[in-house]
Each structure stands twice: as C-alpha cells, then as structure tokens.
C-alpha cells in the first residue's frame, strides 16, 4: 500500500499541477478520495498494477469533474477549474479549458471511440506508459501510439470550438 499511495500521489501532484492556481483540492484529499472510492470496487479482480492505475485514472478523473462541479454550483454558475493542456499533451499551443470541459469532450470522444477516450484518461489522469495501456487493453503499443495521436488531434479541435 505505501508504494501504491506514493505513485497515486505523484500522479496526484502531476495532475493537480494542471489544473489552475490556488486550486482547492490538494494532492492528499484527492488520493484518500481515490482510496475511498476504490474501496467499492471490491469485486475487482485486479488483473496487473497498469489494470490498477488505468481504474485509478478513472476515479482520478471523477473526483476532479465532481469537485469543479461543486465550485461551480457555489459560485452559482462562476467558472470552471481551468486545465492547461500543453504540448505535453496535445499537439500545438496550449490550450486553456476548464476540467468540465475536458470531461464532456472525453464523454464524447468515448462515444464516438471508446478505446481512445481509454487512452486519453489513462494516460493523462494516470499517467499510464503506452506500454501499460497496451498490456489493459490487451493490444499493441503501435496501436495504442495510433490511436493516442488520433484522440489528440481529435481532442485539440473539440477543445478549441468552445
């Protein structure tokens, strides 16, 4: 557990360190909400660590649209947490958008191709290497690479029509 609490908490830093400035939700509160909500996945057979984190990921995800979307309804109606996405990430400029944003994009792209929307969250909430994604997906590295750049190009025009 310490091993695993450290990683989450790296990817918590990493993850947090896009999101605004003076955003509210620190590091550790956003891992004991990941450990707080795994705790009702235990019917998980845990397949490998990347199966782990790639569910991670995805709680990682929920936790930060759920808390922008508990700023926003106190703010009645105010801003979203804008996230930068870099050229780390996707590319060209960089694009500001908020988290709220971002998730309805995921929410679309997952409907038009789920197993790219996958690999989206998988490797920019969890921090997942192609290979570890390829070992949850149980494809190859070439084609999670394939669809990672296509599910970028994808997200930097559905990001930049808002």
């Keep these: 557990m310490p091993a695993v609490y450290s990683e989450l908490r790296r990817l918590a830093r990493a993850q947090l360190a896009k999101e605004r400035l003076g955003h509210t939700l620190q590091p550790t509160a956003l891992v004991n909400e990941v450990f707080l909500r795994l705790g009702s996945y235990q019917r998980i057979s845990w397949q490998d660590r990347a199966h782990f ?3 991670a990921a995805r709680i990682m995800r929920r936790v930060l649209v759920d808390h922008a979307r508990k700023r926003r309804a106190a703010k009645r109606g105010g801003p ?3 996230v930068t996405l870099s050229e780390s ?4 400029a960089p694009l500001n958008v908020d ?3 971002l998730d309805e994009a995921l929410g679309r792209l997952e409907k038009k191709d789920a197993r790219q929307s996958s690999i989206v ?3 920019y909430f969890g921090g997942l290497s192609d290979e570890e994604i390829a070992d949850v997906l149980r494809t190859t590295v070439a084609a999670v690479k394939r669809d990672w750049r296509v599910a970028k190009l994808w997200l930097r025009r559905a990001l930049s029509v808002r």
Excluded at 89 to 92: A, D, E, K, N, S
Aim: net charge negative; glycine share 6%; hydrophobic share 55%.
């Design 53 to 55: 984190f790639a569910v």
């Design 80 to 82: 979203a947490d804008p």
């Design 89 to 92: 990430h996707l590319p060209g």
């Design 99 to 101: 988290v709220l944003a």
């Design 121 to 123: 969250e998988m490797r």
